[in-house]
């Protein structure tokens, strides 16, 4: 069975300064990656997913992550964040040839960014 | 599109008390999963449904919780009777077909006293 592990439960910066969320998984095969976002009040929703292909994906909201096989890592990353992105990020895998069953999600991180 | 709906959206009952929850799944999806959502984790998945058949319910406690999606749309999660560590939110999502993204709905927020 898979897991998922987020190294960070807390993070909290200051806008403008750069973004990364470590996001580790544990399966014997190949998996499908995606990290999804739950702002205040609103729904999980999806912010960037990899398949195949290009190990650097770009998502919405100026978000990135970078798929390194060798680590079992799916980090996610941006440059400049801002007060608006204050949300809970959820970094999720599901084996290759589900794409998108059987979601196992990690623990969560929740970001907060001042203002 | 109209999202996923569910409802209620908070849920107080005392313990060996049953409680359901109903989840409208976006138009045209084929598929529906339940998951529960414990307090400081990830969501866990409980129940994937293709159409009004079970896929795979390997994580549901079946001695307490039960789900039917009886005519290939809505569905229901049941609890009977419930316990404190069943206190969660329980997310329902649904997606048009394989390889296409999950969308969430709302939730249902339940405390178990």
């Known amino acids: 069975a898979q897991s998922v592990s987020q190294h960070n439960h807390h993070v909290i910066l200051s806008e403008a300064a750069s973004l990364e969320l470590g996001c580790n998984y544990s399966y014997g095969g190949t998996v499908n990656l995606f990290w999804y976002v739950q702002y205040p009040g609103q729904h999980l929703q999806l912010l960037l997913k990899?398949?195949?292909?290009?190990?650097l994906v770009k998502g919405i909201k100026g978000f990135e992550a970078e798929f390194i096989k060798s680590k079992f890592s799916f980090n996610l990353r941006k440059p400049s964040v801002q007060w608006s992105d204050t949300a809970e990020y959820f970094c999720?895998?599901?084996?290759?040839?589900?794409?998108?069953?059987?979601?196992?999600f990690g623990g969560g991180t929740r970001l907060m960014v001042k203002p | 599109e109209a999202g996923v709906a569910q409802s209620p959206r908070y849920k107080i009952i005392e313990k060996r008390q049953s409680v359901a929850f109903w989840c409208n799944p976006i138009?045209?999806?084929?598929?529906l999963y339940w998951y529960q959502q414990i307090l400081g984790q990830g969501p866990k998945l409980l129940i994937q449904f293709q159409n009004n058949g079970v896929v795979d319910d390997s994580q549901l406690p079946k001695d307490r919780f039960s789900a039917e999606r009886l005519k290939g749309v809505d569905s229901t999660l049941k609890i009977q009777p419930a316990k404190l560590e069943d206190s969660a939110v329980y997310l329902c999502?649904?997606?048009?077909?394989?390889?296409?993204?999950?969308?969430f709905g709302p939730g249902t927020r339940l405390l178990v006293l």
């Open positions: 999502a649904s997606r048009r077909r394989l390889g296409e993204t999950q969308y």
């Open positions: 990899y398949f195949s292909g290009d190990p």
């Open positions: 138009s045209g999806h084929a598929t």
């Open positions: 999720a895998v599901s084996p290759y040839n589900n794409a998108g069953n059987m979601l196992t």
